[in-house]
């Protein structure tokens, strides 16, 4: 129980940092959802391998507290409701929604969760109409958007998509953990995968 209380608060703590009305709005979610843990329930992660190798505890906090939180996460692969990502690429990029319309906690108005793209992966170019931000805190990955050029990111930096923007990440040698947010138009139904 405690574990995951303090990753909710270290995670309200990351995108309070990230200074954008979206970022309070996860942020403020984390802390009510965090006073309603109370004897959580335990899943089995389909993804161990994958989410326990590519943690590493010297680095973040975040790679810590989501290594001691790992029982209490629903992780899965990326979202396959109605097919929106092929399963193969899917299962390469495991994800839990922690808070969210169908997160661990309920909210509707905002998505807060963890991801984690593996190495040798090209996504995208995909769109959704929420806003979103990534919180790298291990590896690294080129993001790019329509607007932008490839830049490589690693630990401790942000990657911020207005609403609707095609962007895309790509790994090379390493993969990247991060922690991601939603927030305004929240549904799975206005996400696009460009092939």
């Known amino acids: 129980m405690e574990a995951l209380k303090k990753l909710f608060l270290s995670l309200s703590e990351v995108f ?8 309070f709005l996860a942020a403020n979610a984390l802390i009510e959802v965090m006073h309603q843990i109370n004897n959580p329930q335990q899943f089995d992660n389909p993804f161990f391998y994958d989410v326990e190798s590519n943690l590493n505890p010297k680095g973040h906090i975040l ?3 989501v290594l001691n939180a790992s029982p209490f996460i629903k992780w899965g ?3 396959l409701r109605e097919e929106r990502i092929p399963e193969d690429l899917a299962n390469q990029m495991p994800m839990a929604e922690l808070v969210g319309p169908d997160g661990l906690y309920f909210n509707e108005t905002v998505r807060v969760g963890l991801w984690l793209q593996n190495k040798d992966i090209a996504y995208g170019p995909r769109q959704h109409a929420a806003e979103e931000t990534f919180f790298i805190f291990n590896g690294e990955a080129s ?7 490839p830049e490589l990111k690693g630990p401790n930096t942000y990657v911020f998509h207005p609403s609707n923007i095609l962007h895309t990440s790509v790994t090379k ?7 991601w947010r939603w927030s305004g138009d929240v549904g799975f139904e206005k996400y696009k995968l460009h092939h």
């Open 143 to 149: 993001w790019w958007t329509e607007e932008s050029s």
């Open 16 to 23: 309070s940092l990230e200074n954008r009305e979206g970022g």
């Open 63 to 65: 790679n810590t507290l």
């Open 77 to 79: 692969s990326s979202d």
């Open 173 to 179: 040698n390493l993969p990247v953990f991060t922690a």
